[in-house]
């Protein structure tokens, strides 16, 4: 698997995750900007954060002060961090590159309950 995902799971609304991401065996590098995205049910893929090769991030203005996107370049791993979690952030969670991307993973599903 080229994009592996993990750090799912149930949680109540309000709970954190925490997601990570590793990508040594995609063709993407610690120059590449990364994303997490995201996929809920019945929904188009969308992107949550993204973060530039020196640290740099953005998010989707529905995450804003919740997530958190980080990287760790000698790990080859993306994280995000995800706190007081809402019903409507339930979605599949993917990492992949921004500019360039690698095949999609399975990634990891976060379920959130009221």
């Known amino acids: 698997v080229q994009l592996q995902a993990s750090g799912g799971g149930l949680v109540q609304a309000g709970g954190s995750l925490r997601l990570s991401c590793e990508y040594s065996g995609s063709i993407l590098r610690s120059n590449d900007m990364m994303a997490w995205y995201r996929q809920g049910p019945g929904k188009l893929r969308e992107v949550v954060a993204t973060i530039s090769s020196g640290g740099f991030s953005n998010y989707v203005d529905s995450v804003k002060g919740r997530f958190t996107i980080s990287r760790d370049n000698d790990k080859n791993t993306v994280y995000l961090q995800m706190n007081n979690l809402k019903p409507e952030d339930s979605a599949v969670y993917y990492c992949?590159?921004?500019?360039?991307?690698?095949?999609w993973g399975q990634g990891t599903l976060v379920t959130v309950s009221s």
């Open positions: 992949n590159g921004v500019t360039r991307r690698a095949s």
